[in-house]
């Protein structure tokens, strides 16, 4: 089987079930086809992985081996007696799960806060004026530069450069899809 491109579409997240690991649902596409169903329970543990029609737990392990040589490895630092210590792992088909899972809770959080609050970082951190509707942008952004010449205004700046600042920005994102 030839792999050009996988997706991760038709997600629902659970929020209440996610303990452990993220409680959801979702469908991997391969190459545009549907593949793969995918879930979690939410305590902990790998994610489920079923092949949809002629999708059989051989052609899973193929699109898992085409993660793995795509994305290659991924590491993270840790602290452990009093150390720093690196942990290297393959970024198989569940990390991409994930991976998209959280982007796309990240997408759909920071598209809510916009329509209700202008975001915008100063000096590293993140800050919010509250939005009442669309028409004030003009007002608002003539307001804004004067009384912030050196911040971003994430309202103001293209949806993906938005979410890149908001992430860096928002170092409790991390933590809030636990609360989710």
């Known amino acids: 089987m030839q792999i050009n491109k996988i997706e991760l579409k038709n997600i629902s997240h659970y929020a209440r079930g996610s303990e452990e690991t993220p409680c959801y649902n979702a469908t991997v596409y391969v190459n545009g086809k549907k593949a793969i169903e995918v879930g ?21 392990e193929e699109v898992n081996k085409w993660c793995i040589k795509t994305f290659d490895q991924q590491s993270f630092t840790y602290q452990s007696d009093g150390k720093e210590e690196v942990c290297t792992y393959d970024f198989d088909l569940e990390q991409f799960c994930h991976d998209e899972l959280y982007k796309w809770l990240d997408t759909k ?29 003009v007002t608002f952004k003539t307001f804004f530069y004067k009384k912030h010449p050196s911040a971003k205004c994430l309202n103001f700046m293209s949806f993906d450069d938005a979410l890149t600042l908001y992430k860096e920005c ?3 994102l991390k933590y809030q899809h636990q609360l989710f």
């Open 40 to 60: 979690n329970d939410g305590h902990g543990g790998c994610d489920r992985q079923y092949g949809i029609g002629e999708y059989n737990y051989k052609d899973i």
């Open 109 to 137: 959080l920071l598209k809510k806060d916009m329509s209700k609050k202008y975001l915008f970082v100063e000096n590293k951190e993140l800050f919010a004026y509250p939005r009442k509707n669309k028409d004030e942008d």
């Open 170 to 172: 928002a170092w409790w």
